[in-house]
């Protein structure tokens, strides 16, 4: 009985030891590559060592890679390429200012007002200040003092002449200028014709004009041209 007792206990402890764990299982059914060699079938050999160690040094730059291009990602990072290219020349550009504002209210004089100021919308036919209630104190103070004709004699009136003197001037209105890599200023232009309120710039030589800004109730325009 005893030595029947004594093999069946050690062929018992034989299979035991011969059924592979879970682990084992798993390991050895994965496709991930080296994980069988770190739980293999039988002892523990130094092999099974060296393949642990690799997988975990792989394992720890993927996590490391990956947590670097997530932070990157997280950055919002963006390429702006831009090409400079030099030219020797280029057309002068059409550009057309048209003001709302075409007369400088400070330069209005007392003859201004008596033959246009109908035509600005400051006077009535009757040369009186419509809805003065409606205007801004400074400007009425302004107009009841331009618009005072007691015993005024009127002087000649020139429509040229009050254009070029009472609208906006391109000194006033040029802050910087820039051509061809040279500065250039309001003296590098000139009044060409006055026809309607706006102000153009024309290409040199060509005489025509590219754009156009028109209104119905505009008097006179101011067309510039460069000096090349």
Known sequence: MDLKESCGSEGSHESSSQHPSSWQAFSHTSTLHG?????PYGRPTPRRLLWAAALLACLGLLALESAERLAYFLSYPHVTSVDAVMSGSLVFPAVTVCNLNAYRFSRLS???????GELLALLDVHLRIPEPQLAEPHVMAFLTDKANFT????????????????????????????????ECSHKDFKIVSLLIVSLSLLRSGTGQICRYCSAVESLTQKVLSVKC
Do not use: W
Not at 35 to 39: A, D, N, S, V
Not at 110 to 116: C, F, Q, S, T, V
Not at 159 to 166: D, G, I, N, S, Y
């Open 35 to 39: 994980l069988r060699f770190i739980f």
């Open 151 to 182: 015993a005024y004699r009127p002087k000649p009136f020139s429509m040229r002449e009050f254009t070029e003197r009472v609208g906006h001037d391109l000194k006033e209105m040029m802050l910087y200028c820039r051509y061809q890599g040279q």
């Open 110 to 116: 007392r003859n201004d007002l008596y033959h246009a």
